[in-house]
Nanobody, 122 residues
Framework: QVQLVESGGGLVQAGGSLRLSCAAS????????MGWYRQPPGKQRELVATIRIINGGSTNYADSVKGRFTISMDGAKNTVYLQMSSLKPDDTAVYYCSRGRYSGGNYVSDYRGRGTQVTVSS
């Protein structure tokens, strides 16, 4: 059973940056794709970024984070990152790393980590 452990969350001022890490307990090259979700308090979960590991590392982003967030991976460390810049108070959420795959052009997650809190102050 895979384990995904997120880290790097915290409190940051608006306009600042944070880098989240997701360490996988398995070789990430055995995974089709990985992604980051977020869930603000009292709101629905949102898929913010994905990376297709077996497809050359192509990436996709939600419109709400495009141009500000970057998803990347380090195969040697079995780790996926989410670099977040120009943070806004609306980015405040629990961020979850997930394992998944693309099916019919859509990312489908079958496992996620416990999450890390990101709080952006105004």
């Amino acid at each position: 059973q895979v384990q995904l452990v997120e880290s790097g969350g915290g409190l940051v001022q608006a306009g600042g940056s944070l880098r989240l890490s997701c360490a996988a307990s398995v070789d990430i090259f055995s995974i089709n794709a990985m992604g980051w979700y977020r869930q603000p308090p009292g709101k629905q979960r949102e898929l913010v970024a994905t990376i297709r590991i077996i497809n050359g590392g192509s990436t996709n982003y939600a419109d709400s984070v495009k141009g500000r967030f970057t998803i990347s991976m380090d195969g040697a460390k079995n780790t996926v990152y989410l670099q977040m810049s120009s943070l806004k108070p609306d980015d405040t959420a629990v961020y979850y790393c997930s394992r998944g795959r693309y099916s019919g052009g859509n990312y489908v997650s079958d496992y996620r980590g416990r999450g890390t809190q990101v709080t952006v102050s105004s």
